[in-house]
């Protein structure tokens, strides 16, 4: 049996961006401002083990049973360490259904609450597929909140919506990092509700150095699955981005999103929306579900994307193009403003699908890599690493703010900083990348789609 990889990042610390573009004519510059990431003023820790007890203290001596227990009693500046073990769903909570971890307590702006697993990937979320919808739950105003380095698996809703982590409105600041994610919403259901890894419609969110896999319902014949209706197709995704500005995604490695998208961006306006240096591979391939991001505005009320950047990501594996653009609503069409698409690679497709009610004016795309294979080491095993004669390499847009890359080695390792969620270490095998890349040219994206459908659209 051939043996997956399976990509480790180490512990560290990172800083919420916030990302603006400038566009005059057909030139876009992105500024990203970092600011220091979950700052503490010397709060408590609370410890949580499987063998600890809910009326312990939480010391490490004597740690809480549940992570619930902690985030009850948590203030600004609290540290919840949890460590090795299974986590299930321990009973009614401040959440609606069964939630593994209600946060509804939160921390300040400089004196954040942060959940950490003790070892990365140690502490264990089990939703006991679906016996549990959702791993973390932020609600009732919590803000100024990370989650780090948990593992969340099993977690499912046949009757609702279920995820790994959910960031609803009415609480902003929040900081998702390096967790894994997978295997959520393994069950048959009917249901129009998706099954998500992440899901935000908070604002002011970093969602980082995630790995991301293997989201979505199961298809007709999975395990003896009848659905009586085809939202298998499209419901469930990696990052469902509902609503919120100031929204980052970067650095993660997103695949196998089959039944739905690995980022759906739906169906509110939004602003400083960036989407960063992502590895997103075997996506979605049902018969007119395009992409790996998509992007859509509902039937009423149009959808605004503004002063935004898709920049420096590798889409592999695509179903015709890695962004599908279009909306359900011909009058109110999606629209754009200052929104810049660059210097992403698609293996196999184009880089972008536009239907009909697009309006383009505002959206400008350059150096772009379609149909163009970024040389994985072993895609086939999920190992999405770059070979030394990648054409990512160095070939990235310059964002300042993004230091690291998923395995937290330092960006830039050469002149350039590289395309995709892994910065390639060697720097002597640079040269001949340069010369690969001399052989390669960007693609004119304009004609990736019919141009009367996006007038104003610029290389």
């Known amino acids: 049996m051939r043996r997956l990889f399976v990509p480790l990042a180490p512990q560290r610390f990172f800083s919420v961006c916030k990302c603006v573009a400038l566009v005059f004519g057909i030139a876009c510059l992105a500024i990203i401002g970092a600011v220091p990431g979950a700052p503490q003023r010397g709060g408590a820790t609370y410890h949580v083990s499987p063998t600890g007890s809910d009326s312990n203290p939480g010391s490490e001596a004597r740690p809480f049973r549940t992570i619930q227990k902690a985030a009850d009693s948590v203030k600004p500046g609290d ?30 702006p400089d004196n954040w609450v ?101 989201v979505g319902r199961l298809a007709p014949g999975q395990q003896g699955c009848r659905p009586s209706n085809e939202y298998w197709k499209n419901h469930d995704h990696g990052v469902y981005h509902d609503r919120g500005d100031h929204v980052t995604i970067r650095n993660n490695v997103i695949y196998n999103i089959k039944q739905g998208w690995a980022i759906q961006v ?79 690679i698609i293996s196999n497709g184009v880089l972008l699908r536009a239907e009909e009610n697009i309006s383009a004016s505002g959206l400008i795309l350059a150096d772009n890599l379609e149909k163009t294979d970024p040389k994985f080491a072993d895609p086939a095993a999920f ?20 230091a690291t890359d998923y395995d937290g080695r330092v960006r830039p390792q050469g002149g350039r900083v590289d395309i995709g969620a892994y910065e390639y270490a060697d720097s002597s095998s640079r040269t001949s990348r340069l010369r690969a890349k001399s052989e390669t040219k960007p693609s004119d994206s304009n004609k990736a789609v019919n141009p009367n459908r996006l007038k104003g659209a610029n290389q």
């Open 114 to 214: 942060v959940f950490r697993s003790k070892n990365k990937w140690g502490a264990k979320i089990d939703g006991g597929e679906g016996k549990a919808g959702a791993g973390f739950v932020a609600q009732g105003g919590a803000s100024y909140v990370r989650i780090q380095d948990f593992e969340m698996t099993g977690l499912a809703n046949a009757n609702g919506s279920a995820g790994g982590i959910d960031l609803f409105d009415g609480g902003s600041h929040f900081q998702v990092i390096g967790n894994r994610i997978h295997n959520i919403g393994r069950v048959c259901t009917n249901t129009s509700n998706g099954q998500n890894g992440v899901f935000i419609e908070a604002d002011n969110v970093l969602v980082e150095a995630n790995l991301i896999h293997d």
């Open 383 to 402: 190992d999405f690493h770059l070979r030394s004669d990648s054409p990512a390499i160095d070939a990235g847009l310059a964002l300042p703010g993004v």
């Open 266 to 344: 739906w169906p509110k306006s939004r602003a400083h929306m960036n989407i960063l240096n992502n590895t997103i591979a075997f996506g979605n391939q049902h018969n007119g579900k395009l992409g790996a991001i998509v992007m859509w505005a509902p039937s009423s009320g149009g959808m605004k994307v503004s002063d935004s950047t898709i920049a420096n990501n590798i889409f592999y594996g695509v179903n015709t193009a890695a962004i599908w653009m279009g909306g359900d609503g011909g009058e109110e069409p999606m629209r754009f403003a200052n929104v810049r698409i660059s210097n992403n």
């Open 79 to 108: 540290t919840v360490l949890v460590g090795d073990g299974v986590y299930a769903y321990s009973g009614p909570n401040d959440c609606h259904g069964k939630v593994v971890v209600c946060v509804s307590r939160g921390g300040a």
